[in-house]
């Protein structure tokens, strides 16, 4: 078994709490969209989490890219579902007939194991969850300016996707709280590179944007992917399962090394996206 190389200094090693969240998979309700043919299903703490398996169609490394994505959102204050290891016992599986791979008109079947889990926002039973939001209702969002973080942050990651996002509130409430899902297209999913471009990683409306009015919009996120501590991000490596990369220490180094060196460039990156073609800030104010 190969293990991950602890590159963080000797004074922080062994200081930081693993936050590992483990659950397991009992109850299977249905299918959700995107690539990863990923499912919604209740575990053993009575809680729904959207679960991308192992051998999703779109890569395994996209596990790792869903947890390290998370928790640095998380950890630079953004609105991020709570994230856990599920555990797919085999038996799950078989007896569970929707649980398959769906490719060119063929059926393959899941590997069972550690699993990654994304807790839905708000159970069914208390509120409701949109992933869409008509332009008119934007304003019933109470954190919008937190898409100037989740900007930054997927600039910093290099998000190859759209940006994903969920709206929520609870059953008697008038405003919706946005909650950003779905971090598996950082670093470019599988390929762990970092191709940057002005329009990747981010919303495809500009309504949500109206709030930025210039670069003190990003702060405090800004500052806190500038000055983001080494050592946390090489911590937070010691929480994904090996499965998750396939023991491959190595590049899982070279992924954390090429991330930190990120860090003071993500500034440039939000400029080109304001001057590229979508013309994202409509209230920018030169200073």
Same mark, same amino acid.
């Given at each position: 078994m190969l293990v991950l190389a602890d590159r963080r200094p000797a004074s922080v090693q062994g200081q930081f709490v693993n936050r590992r969240l483990k659950v397991g998979a009992i109850k299977h309700l249905r299918r959700t969209?995107?690539?990863?043919?990923?499912?919604? $299903?209740?575990?053993?703490?009575? @809680?729904?989490?959207?679960?991308? @398996?192992?051998n999703n169609p779109q890569h395994t490394r996209v596990l790792v890219n869903d947890w390290l994505g998370t928790r640095l959102g998380e950890l630079i204050g953004l609105? $991020?579902?709570?994230?856990?290891?599920?555990?797919?016992?085999?038996?799950?599986?078989?007896?569970?007939?929707?649980?398959?791979?769906?490719?060119?008109?063929?059926?393959?079947?899941?590997?069972?194991?550690q699993s990654f889990g994304s807790r839905y926002v708000i159970s069914p039973l208390e509120g409701r969850v949109r992933d869409y939001l008509p332009?008119? $209702?934007?304003?019933d969002v109470r954190n919008l300016r937190d898409f100037a973080?989740?900007?930054?942050?997927?600039?910093?990651?290099?998000?190859?996707?759209?940006?994903?996002?969920?709206?929520?509130?609870?059953?008697?409430g008038k405003k919706f709280t946005a909650s950003f899902i779905d971090q598996g297209h950082c670093f470019n999913a599988g390929?762990?590179?970092?191709?940057?471009?002005?329009?990747r990683g981010v919303f495809g409306r500009n309504d949500v944007c109206r709030c930025?009015?210039?670069?003190?919009?990003?702060?405090?996120? $800004?500052s806190r992917i500038e000055h983001f501590p080494e050592s946390?991000?090489?911590? @937070?490596t010691e929480e994904i399962p090996q499965e998750w990369y396939n023991g491959d220490a190595d590049a899982l180094n070279e992924l954390v090394t090429n991330?930190?060196?990120?860090?003071?460039?993500?500034?440039?990156?939000?400029?080109?996206?304001?001057?590229?073609s979508q013309r994202p800030f409509p209230n920018w104010r030169e200073t």
């Open positions: 969209r995107g690539g990863s043919q990923s499912h919604l $299903m209740q575990c053993d703490d009575g @809680l729904y989490y959207v679960i991308k @398996l192992q609105p $991020m579902p709570v994230i856990a290891v599920v555990n797919v016992e085999p038996w799950f599986l078989e007896h569970t007939r929707a649980l398959h791979i769906e490719r060119c008109g063929y059926q393959r079947s899941f590997t069972p194991g332009e008119t $209702m934007i304003a973080g989740i900007l930054a942050l997927g600039k910093w990651t290099c998000n190859a996707d759209g940006r994903q996002v969920v709206f929520w509130r609870k059953a008697r390929e762990w590179s970092f191709p940057d471009a002005p329009l930025i009015t210039g670069s003190e919009s990003f702060e405090p996120w $800004m946390s991000v090489w911590a @937070l991330l930190l060196e990120r860090r003071s460039r993500v500034r440039e990156l939000i400029l080109s996206f304001k001057e590229s």
